[in-house]
């Protein structure tokens, strides 16, 4: 199985003779079956069937709604799996937020030491003088190409790949989405990930074009190990919590 990406091309989606029928502007339609697909990225505005939606959940196959590299909402009939820290994590998060905060500057205070020994910055840099000063790099070494909107759009799909996650570990997608506690832990998660990217482009390892197909493409190829990432960071977190 594979993510289905839908780009700006399309149009409309249908069910039919058992498949979802993909409509694109100016273009012949396409027909997929639901049991190639592992999840759907729509990344822009597009039209929805009803009963295309509904086969799409009742097969619990997750629907997450990207638009200008924010993210609009997730849609999913999969029933969580049952890992060691599925409904354990949640309450704890909850009950510990200060732990949680502490955590997340313990990481986010590593990171930005990577990226100054890795560039070889000043250690009284934080982390807008380290933007500044990784941005600086790409200009002058990386002109070539628009970093600025592959991070945005980047950015967009680590939500998709956060919010899919921590669903799995029994995290409410409305409750992740509306609750500024759980805001702000998908906040932390991303912008761990996120410097993994800044650090990429200042080395000029990102797609060389603001091409959404090419970056979309660039974002599956190491998105197993993006979700091996946010799952270290999870076990990570459970077990400062447990310990303390």
Same mark, same amino acid.
């Given at each position: %199985?594979?993510?289905?990406?839908?780009?700006?091309? $399309?149009? /409309?989606? *249908?069910?039919?003779?058992?498949?979802?029928? +993909? $409509? @694109?502007? !100016?273009?012949?339609?396409?027909? $997929?079956?639901?049991?190639?697909?592992? !999840?759907? +990225?729509?990344?822009?505005? +597009?039209?929805?069937?009803? *009963?295309?939606?509904? @086969?799409? %959940?009742?097969?619990g196959i997750a629907i997450h709604f990207i638009e200008k590299g924010q993210n609009l909402g997730l849609c999913t009939g999969k029933h969580p799996i049952k890992p060691h820290l599925r409904g354990l994590i949640v309450s704890l998060i909850e009950q510990n937020i200060d732990i949680?905060?502490?955590?997340?500057?313990?990481?986010?205070?590593? %990171?930005?030491? @990577?990226? @100054?020994? /890795?560039?070889?910055?000043? /250690?009284? !840099?934080?982390? *807008?003088? +380290?933007?500044?000063?990784?941005? *600086?790099? $790409?200009?002058?070494?990386h002109h070539y190409y628009q970093w600025e909107k592959n991070i945005k759009l980047l950015n967009g799909l680590l939500g998709h790949q956060i919010y899919l996650i921590l669903s799995y570990y029994g995290f409410s997608i409305s409750l992740l989405q509306q609750d500024q506690l759980y805001q702000q832990f998908v906040k932390q998660l991303r912008q761990l990930l996120l410097w993994e990217y800044w650090q990429k482009a200042a080395l000029g390892y990102l797609p060389k074009t603001a091409s959404k197909k090419h970056c979309v493409a660039y974002f599956h190829q190491h998105q197993a190990m993006i979700e091996k990432q946010i799952r270290w960071h999870i076990n990570d977190l459970w077990h400062t919590i447990t310990e303390q």
């Open positions: %199985m594979k993510p289905l990406y839908l780009d700006r091309n $399309i149009k /409309r989606i *249908e069910w039919d003779i058992a498949a979802l029928k +993909i $409509i @694109r502007k !100016h273009q012949a339609p396409s027909w $997929i079956a639901l049991h190639k697909i592992s !999840h759907i +990225i729509q990344l822009s505005k +597009i039209d929805w069937q009803g *009963e295309a939606l509904y @086969r799409c %959940m009742q097969h949680v905060n502490n955590w997340y500057q313990s990481k986010h205070q590593k %990171m930005l030491n @990577r990226l @100054r020994k /890795r560039f070889q910055l000043p /250690r009284s !840099h934080q982390a *807008e003088q +380290i933007q500044q000063a990784l941005q *600086e790099k $790409i200009c002058l070494n």
